[in-house]
């Protein structure tokens, strides 16, 4: 009878800590669910801003490239000109090169064409990482849900098979949660 009632006693301890445990841990994947969420929107936004920058710049290097070709060619097609005007028109397509070549790329600023196509790269690598996290915080949220309630009715009904399965579910659970975090694998069929 007292080895009856000790485990009983277990099973009701253990059956009333796995709803806090499994609280706190959803709390935790919630955090970090809308963390990754938030993560990912504002590197989108800061990716759509690099890209708008890089288009307009590009579109600025192609104006700067077609008044160099009309330069170049009114030099080829004016054998006549004065030297005043041909060394004017030098002068200026020398300018149009350099500017040519900073808009091409920059990197004392980063606002060249280069360097804004490597940060636009960088940030949305780190957008589609944080949007890979963030369903592994769902299936993990979902889970560790699923998780309390029957914790819950085994509590009520003193369901040992209801407490195995809940923490079945705490665990994998808590590893989806972790997944969320440092994205140690992947699933075919998540994100």
Known sequence: MSATLHATAATSSASGSSPSISAVALSI?????GNATKDATARNIEAAN???FFQAKNIR??????E?????LRLATEPNLPDSARTAIETKL???REHEARLTSEPETGEGLKELMAKGKALE?????AMRKDPYFDYGQALLQIAIVLA????ITGGSA????SSLLAAGGLIAMLNGFVLLYTLPFVG
């Open 29 to 33: 994947c919630s955090v970090g669910g």
């Open 50 to 52: 690099a890209w708008a």
């Open 61 to 66: 290097r192609n104006d700067v490239r077609i």
């Open 68 to 72: 160099i070709d009309s330069l170049e």
């Open 94 to 96: 020398k300018q149009y």
């Open 125 to 129: 690598a780190h957008r589609d990482r």
């Open 152 to 155: 819950s009715v085994s509590i």
């Open 162 to 165: 209801q407490l195995l399965l």
